[in-house]
């Protein structure tokens, strides 16, 4: 990776590894884990969905996959969570790949609504597992273990969850710079056009998915640690929907995009619930979170019809045009 | 095992009956895609709106005007309002990015954020208690017609009890595919729908105005929607989430038929239905690995898998669908 492209990485983790020492609010480093937590998994998501060009709707499936299996190791094997991390990457990425090796021969409007099918799947099955809990799902999941208890406040979860971001956001850049990144490129502008020089596209498609699989799990993992308890519908599919949502408009071919799409619509939504006492005070809504709903949705909606590529090419174009 | 082979017909009728009203989702997303290439997530909220308006009306009507002619009124205006609905959606949100020459993924994006909106505003209109409505032929009157064999709002026919409403839902899909055949190959707006289908770049030179054509099918598959949420709103609470799970389980109808494909998605509608009803039936077995299942909670999962396996043999088959391709009642 060359230099230049490492620079935006330090600045935003330099800013970001600043926001716990600008405010010691349990409930705002929570609001900035989460929001880390998913940006992982959606990135995850932008890799595939981004080059294979086709949405994948079913990424809570692998973040479900890891969550259990992570909480399965630290709770059921009395392993150390750490452990349970790295099992979580293990089983997500194997059910990603013997998924993949199924579901991606299909194309089209076939992949997405095999993406789904996925992960409707796997939450049905976790509610029928006796020994996961079904439906009320796993309880004192353990947090990890770092110099004592260093993982076990706020602010330590908020660096270990930075700091494992950065990583991945690396790790994507550096992918997509690769041969194999030049290759998926070439892959979603044409796939024919891909074969006829000689790139194996079955092999960096299934590649691609079981990357994206790993990362979700990893998500799925970091989230069961933070809140200690996890069920079936903690991954249901409306959540594969929000992360495709966050990868779209932020610009779902870059891992930046992907980035800000998560943080932009992880903002609306704190911003949207901050406003109705703002307007309580002026007119009465009868239901909040609906009321809530309805302005995410519009907005949804206006930026996919005014900025169809996301946020982010669309600023990135106007910049250098102007 | 010999229970679950006893109550087999029960099952299967009962699968016609799901089965018919997925085929009637089914066909809402086959006429938006043929026309407009836009996979309509919103088609589940259409359903749902077009129950809640259809109790409303019933409710409010019901007393002054009699059951019969409540449930007709009904059925109308909830036919026209969710299609003026659905026609306001394409306006605002669907006909400005197309005209912006939109990709598939951002069409179904668009499609995520209406439903969004429209679950939201039924929730803020109708509030979060389900409601409910009698059947359009109570059983009470048929005993008053002096029919024997009546339970409850079911018929016992042979060994099969089938709820009167199931009658309703396959006559409202045998009359709305005869509409559609009619209206598709009898009428100039049909023809010219159907063109758009098959060449949309030759039905434009030829004056087919296509944006126009888009308004009327997403108009049109929000009532045939609206329809169908008004005919099971006697068997299920009506609730603004009623939308998700069976506009689901309609789109997946749709692709098991191949997307652009009517007769395909009444199969893959009919066959979806069965299917579920059937290993709903199913008794309590022992799985390896998840311990006792009750099949009849893992409906949609196997639903699912079954879709997945089509799918993938169809696309080594390398066919398209159940049936042709080709777009046409």
């Keep these: 990776m060359r230099f230049r492209s490492f620079i935006p990485v330090l600045v935003v983790g330099f800013v970001l590894a600043l926001v716990p020492s600008l405010s010691e609010s349990k409930q705002l480093l929570g609001t900035f884990i989460f929001a880390g937590v998913y940006a992982i998994a959606v990135i995850g998501l932008a890799l595939f969905s981004g080059y294979a060009g086709q949405p994948s709707m079913g990424q809570a499936g692998f973040c479900a996959i890891g969550a259990y299996a992570s909480a399965i190791v630290a709770t059921k094997f009395n392993l150390s969570p750490w452990v349970g991390l790295l099992a979580a990457g293990a089983m997500s990425g194997l059910v990603g790949w013997l998924i993949g090796s199924l579901i991606l021969r299909l194309s089209g409007h076939y992949l997405a609504i095999g993406t789904l099918g996925f992960g409707i799947i796997v939450a049905a099955l976790l509610k029928q597992w006796e020994w996961t809990g079904l439906s009320s799902g796993m309880r004192n999941v353990p947090r990890f273990e770092f110099f004592g208890d260093a993982l076990k406040s706020e602010a330590g979860y908020y660096y270990l969850v930075l700091v494992i971001l950065l990583l991945v956001i690396v790790l994507a850049l550096n992918l997509v710079r690769s041969r194999p990144g030049r290759a998926l490129r070439a892959l979603h502008e044409s796939e024919i056009g891909a074969e006829m020089l000689g790139v194996d596209t079955a092999t960096a498609k299934l590649r691609v998915f079981v990357l994206s699989a790993v990362l979700g799990g990893i998500a799925g993992s970091l989230y069961a640690h933070y809140v200690g308890s996890i069920t079936p519908d903690t991954f249901e599919f409306t959540i594969s929907v929000e992360m495709l949502v966050m990868a779209v408009i932020g610009g779902v071919s870059s891992v930046w995009g992907a980035a800000l799409g998560t943080a932009f619509i992880w903002g609306l939504s704190q911003a949207i619930k901050a406003l109705p006492d703002v307007l309580n005070s002026i007119v009465k809504i009868p239901s909040i979170t609906q009321f809530e709903l309805m302005i995410f949705g519009t907005i949804l909606i206006l930026v996919m019809i005014f900025m169809p590529e996301g946020l982010l090419p669309t600023f990135t174009r106007r910049k250098r045009s102007g | ?329």
């Design chain 2, 1 to 329: 095992m010999e229970i679950f082979l006893a109550t087999l017909p029960q099952l299967i009728v009962l699968g016609i009956s799901l089965g018919a009203i997925y085929a009637l989702i089914a066909l809402g997303f086959v006429v938006i895609y043929s026309v407009s290439n836009v996979i309509n997530l919103a088609q589940g909220e259409f359903l749902m709106l077009g129950a809640l308006i259809f109790v409303a009306v019933v409710d409010l009507v019901a007393q002054p005007i009699g059951a019969g002619l409540a449930v007709f009124l009904g059925l109308l205006v909830s036919f026209i309002a969710t299609g003026a609905i659905g026609g306001l959606a394409y306006t605002l949100a669907f006909r400005p990015a197309i005209d912006r020459r939109a990709s598939v993924q951002t069409l179904i994006i668009i499609s995520m954020g209406v439903s969004i909106v429209l679950r939201a505003f039924g929730n803020l209109m109708w509030g979060v208690d389900p409601t409910s409505t009698p059947a359009f032929l109570p059983g009470r009157t048929l005993k008053n017609m002096g029919l024997e064999n009546v339970t409850g709002d079911s018929l016992r026919l042979g060994g099969v009890i089938v709820q009167t409403q199931s009658f309703w839902i396959v006559i409202a899909l045998i009359l709305t595919v005869l509409g559609l055949y009619f209206f598709f190959n009898r009428t100039m707006t049909g023809r010219a729908l159907r063109a758009c289908a098959m060449n949309p770049d030759s039905a434009r030179l030829m004056g087919v105005p296509l944006s126009r054509m888009s308004l009327i099918a997403f108009m049109l598959s929000a009532g045939i929607a609206a329809l169908a949420g008004a005919i099971i709103a006697p068997m299920q609470p009506v609730l603004y989430t009623m939308g998700l799970g069976l506009g689901l389980r309609g789109f997946v109808s749709a692709i098991m038929g191949g997307i652009a494909n009517p007769v395909g998605a009444i199969w893959g509608g009919l066959l979806l239905g069965i299917v579920e009803a059937v290993i709903g039936g199913l008794p309590q077995m022992d799985v390896p690995l998840l311990g006792k299942v009750n099949p009849a909670s893992l409906r949609e999962a196997i639903a699912f898998v079954i879709l997945l396996a089509v799918l993938v043999i169809r696309r080594l088959r390398g066919a398209s669908g159940l049936g042709g391709k080709r777009f046409g009642l």
